[in-house]
């Protein structure tokens, strides 16, 4: 049992100096950035998936470029959206998002609900025409499992793979869902990601600490289980991306 645990210390040790390492040393912090981006729109379902999901993505991207935000609804499950909507914006300002980058719809049948899976067809029409309006040139989502499994998640993806296939002249990217196991798993997680992933967004120590204050702002969310995602989800410290494939035809419905 000792040596057991001495393993397992020596493997956290071990991700604990390459994470460092990573976000010390600025050029391979940035390696795996997108590149040749300016105008970049992030599409979530609700409030709070800006930080909980995509957070060091954000981080990356305004230090860098346009980032809007365009929330598809306002998180009134439980009959909270009015508290939701102020929540998001709170959380947009730690995160450095300009309050008028944010777009919040709030559409009768895009409501927040695990179950029910949104119509591709308007949710890519109403993305569509943001992205038209602004000049978007590169469109950040989840991929078809949502992360959570979510359903309203994963109807975003089905969307803006029909997005891909109609605006070739902007570049479509997901959010990588990991088993339960490495969503967990904090920082033992991030030598693997960086390695095997071909784009990559850490946050920092400093930025971490900068997400859980984003975090703390959608204080009506900050149930038990979320304390525990935010001290060791692996999304707060690490996303990996992947483009959304024009040719995958298998992955578009509805279209």
Known sequence: MEDLTLILLLILFVCCLVYLSLTHIKSWKSKKHLTA?????LVISHPD????FFGPTVLGLVECCDIYLLCMSTGDYRGKGPSRKDELYESCAVLGIPEQNIILVNHTTLKDDPNVRWREELVNDIVSRH??????????TFDRHGVS???NHIALYYAMACLAMEEENREVYCLTSVNL????SWMIDI????LLCNIVYMAGPSQWFQLRRAMFQHASQLTWYRWLYILFSRYL??????PISRSATSDKKNC
């Open 191 to 194: 030598p693997m990601s960086y």
């Open 149 to 151: 499994s979510h359903k």
């Open 237 to 242: 410290l690490i996303n990996t991306l992947e």
């Open 131 to 140: 992205v038209a309006s602004l000049s978007i040139d590169t469109v950040i």
């Open 37 to 41: 981006h300016r105008r970049v729109m």
């Open 49 to 52: 998936d800006e930080v909980m």
């Open 181 to 184: 196991m490495r969503k967990y």
